[in-house]
């Protein structure tokens, strides 16, 4: 059964800090890691990997895959109060499961001003 | 608003009502998913459809029914419910080709 892992389950932080989110996963057949932001209620995508050491940047957030080791980390540096959320990570397998997402339980971010 | 619509926003039934949630996609996506979010829960995949046809029932209970008239419409009917079924309502949709879901706002249930 696929699975992926998130840690820490919450984190809370003052703004301007910078924050590691991780995620470790057991998939058959591996095809590709997904990091998602849910505010309020729809989560919004933020980052698609497929390959290992290549790290994706978006702003003050990225995203590097180890796919030796099985995990992913996201990065947010110089936080501010609307990165308060929670962040999915999630991993998309092939074959029979092809088109699936297998979601990790989710960070929740806090950040204080 | 995602380009995937959920209605509605809130629900609250008894446990011997019938109602139905409804998604709608203008993404021109083929395939369109239910998940389940429960607190302090993973998304829960419910039901998997490409192409109109459902390709994944992930063991859900018979009083949930899909039906996906065509690629871009999707309802979840429900019918006597049990409160532990309360739980955020999440649809989505992607081309079935690896690329990421865009979800909807979902429907935030209350089974009474």
């Known amino acids: 059964e696929d699975k992926v892992v998130q840690s820490p389950l919450s984190l809370v932080v003052h703004e301007g800090d910078t924050v590691t989110l991780n995620c470790s996963y057991e998939v058959t057949n591996f095809r590709s890691l997904l990091w998602y932001k849910q505010e309020k209620k729809a989560p919004t995508f933020l980052f698609m990997l497929t390959s290992s050491g290549i790290e994706k940047k978006s702003g003050r957030l990225s995203s590097i895959l180890d796919k030796k080791e099985l995990f992913s980390i996201l990065n947010i540096t110089a936080t501010q109060t609307g990165d308060s959320a929670i962040y999915l990570c999630?991993?998309?397998?092939?074959?029979?499961?092809?088109?699936?997402?297998?979601f990790g339980q989710g960070t929740i971010l806090t950040v204080h001003p | 608003e995602t380009g995937v619509t959920q209605t509605p926003r809130h629900l609250v039934m008894g446990m011997t009502n019938k109602k139905s949630l409804k998604c709608e996609q203008h993404?021109?996506?083929?395939?369109m998913y239910w998940y389940k979010q429960s607190a302090k829960k993973p998304l829960e995949l419910m039901f998997v459809y490409n192409f109109k046809e459902q390709t994944e029932n992930n063991s859900v209970p018979s009083r949930f029914s899909p039906e996906c008239p065509n690629s871009s419409h999707l309802f979840l009917h429900l019918h006597t419910l049990q409160p532990e079924d309360s739980a955020l309502y999440l649809c989505?949709?992607?081309?079935?080709?690896?690329?990421?879901?865009?979800f909807g706002s979902g429907t935030r249930l209350t089974v009474v």
């Open positions: 999630a991993v998309g397998a092939g074959g029979t499961s092809y088109g699936k997402l297998t």
């Open positions: 989505a949709s992607s081309q079935n080709n690896g690329q990421p879901y865009t």
């Open positions: 993404l021109g996506h083929n395939a």
